[in-house]
C-alpha cells in the first residue's frame, strides 16, 4: 500500500531563517505531488506541484520554492521565512493518467516568530 | 485553475439532524472531489463524482453531481459527533485540484 510521509509536525523558525520540509511518498512509482498551504480556518492554497523528477509548477509567487531531487521526494524550502509563511503546509500525492483523489500527508505546522 | 463555491461556510447542527453543504461553478467540470478534515487534521479523500447527474452513497453521506456539472451537494443524514470538521470540494484542472473554502460543521449533542 502507498503511504506518505511529512516532517517535522510542528515548527517555529525565527523571521529570516531557513526552511526545508521533506515529504516522501512509498509504494507507488511516478506519482504527482503537491505542496498546499492553510491558513488557519482557511482554505487550502496550492502552492507548487510536480509531475516528473526536477518538473516543478509555481502557482504563487513567493519566498517558497520547491524541489524534487528524487521521484517519491518532494521538498518545499525557503531562504529567508517571512512572518506572513505561517501556516499549515501539506504535501499531497495523487496518481498520473487521470484525475484521482489526492492523499494528504499529516501536515507540518509552521510559526513564523 | 477552476474555481468553486462552498456555502454555508459554517454548519451548526443538533445531533440526529440532516444537512446539505453545496459546491457551485461558473463553469463547467470535469469532475469533482470531496474531502473531509478532521479539527486538527489533514484532508481526507472521501469520492469522486464524474457523471452528469452521478449520485453516489457512504453510508449517512449522499454526494450528487448536477446534470449540468456545474454544481455539487454533499448530504448528510442523522448527523452524529463523528460528522464534526470541514468538508471541501474540490475541482480538478489538468494535474491540479482547486479547493473550494469548505463548509466547517460542528454538532450540538
Known amino acids: 500500500s502507498q503511504t506518505i510521509h511529512q516532517w517535522p509536525a510542528t515548527l517555529v523558525q525565527p523571521v529570516g531563517s531557513p526552511l526545508s520540509l521533506e515529504c516522501t511518498v512509498e509504494?507507488?512509482?511516478?506519482?504527482?505531488l503537491y505542496w498546499y498551504r492553510q491558513a488557519a480556518g482557511r482554505g487550502l492554497q496550492l502552492l507548487f506541484y510536480?509531475?516528473?523528477?526536477?518538473?516543478i509548477s509555481s502557482e504563487v509567487p513567493q519566498n517558497l520554492s520547491a524541489s524534487r531531487p528524487q521521484d517519491r521526494q518532494f521538498i518545499l524550502s525557503s531562504k529567508k521565512l517571512l512572518l506572513s509563511d505561517s501556516g499549515f503546509y501539506l504535501c499531497?500525492?495523487?496518481?498520473?493518467?487521470?484525475?484521482?483523489?489526492?492523499?494528504f500527508g499529516s501536515g507540518t505546522r509552521l510559526t513564523v516568530v | 485553475g477552476q474555481q468553486v463555491m462552498q456555502i454555508p461556510q459554517y454548519q451548526h447542527v443538533q445531533e440526529g439532524e440532516d444537512f446539505t453543504t453545496y459546491c457551485n461553478s461558473s463553469?463547467?467540470?470535469?469532475?469533482i472531489q470531496w474531502y473531509k478534515q478532521r479539527p486538527g487534521g489533514h484532508p481526507v479523500f472521501l469520492i469522486q463524482?464524474?457523471?452528469?447527474?452521478e449520485v453516489k452513497k457512504q453510508k449517512r453521506l449522499t454526494f450528487q453531481f448536477g446534470e449540468a456539472k456545474k454544481n455539487s451537494s454533499l448530504h448528510i443524514t442523522a448527523t452524529q459527533t463523528t460528522d464534526v470538521g470541514t468538508y471541501f470540494c474540490?475541482?480538478?484542472?489538468?494535474?491540479?485540484?482547486?479547493f473550494g473554502a469548505g463548509t466547517t460543521v460542528t454538532v450540538r449533542a
Open positions: 474540490a475541482a480538478a484542472n489538468d494535474y491540479k485540484l482547486s
Open positions: 463553469t463547467t467540470l470535469s469532475n
Open positions: 499531497a500525492w495523487s496518481r498520473t493518467g487521470g484525475n484521482y483523489g489526492y492523499t
Open positions: 463524482l464524474v457523471k452528469s447527474g
Open positions: 509504494g507507488t512509482s511516478n506519482p504527482n
Open positions: 510536480s509531475v516528473g523528477i526536477g518538473q
